[in-house]
């Protein structure tokens, strides 16, 4: 049996974009800390045009990551919520300013949430599946000028998608992820 874990005290040591935490635990007697990085949840999607059989995905600068891959990785469309602003919401906002497409309730399915680093994180990701059609494009995409985003959209054959997939060339988790359950569930 696991010996709980009380929060003793939580102070917030750094605020500016992100917010850091510090709590002060205790068990088993003992007091140490831990630092928790408060995030805003997040929706991400997979997005799949029928009428070309593309996989819609994004490519744009990750300064977190610049340092150890020599450029952008594949991604699906994906974005924090709004204050509290409901997952799909999140997820229909993101495709459109990021890749251009309008994606619908109808259209869409919740695929999983997760907790993508809970050692160090709270943000929550809620992955989606959704398909568009030609139709469905109201805009080049490409991210918007005023959070500094560069979003290069790339459509992709399924089958090289899945491929990459199963050949572990995906780098990105929520990526992979959702490739993976698309695999499992309809391949």
Known sequence: MQTPVE?????????????????????????????????????AVLILNTD???VILTKQFRYAIASKVAEPILEIVAGKADGDEDPFQTARREAEEEVGYRISEANTKLLLSCFPTPG??????FVYYATVTNADKVSEGGGLEEENESIEVVEMPLDKFIN??????????????AG????????
């Not at 003793?8 to 800390?33: H, M, Q, R, Y």
């Not at 990459?164 to 992820?177: C, N, P, Q, S, V």
């Not at 993976?180 to 391949?187: A, F, G, S, T």
């Open 120 to 125: 160090y994180s709270s943000e929550q990701f």
């Open 7 to 43: 929060i003793v005290k939580e102070k917030i040591v750094f605020n500016d974009k992100l917010v850091i935490e510090e709590g002060k635990l205790s068990a088993k007697g003992k007091t140490f800390s831990r630092l928790k990085v408060n995030r805003e949840n997040a929706s």
């Open 180 to 187: 993976m359950h698309m695999i499992l569930q309809w391949h």
């Open 52 to 54: 070309t059989n593309k």
């Open 164 to 177: 990459l997939i199963r050949d572990g060339m995906i780098k990105d988790a929520k990526t992979y992820i």
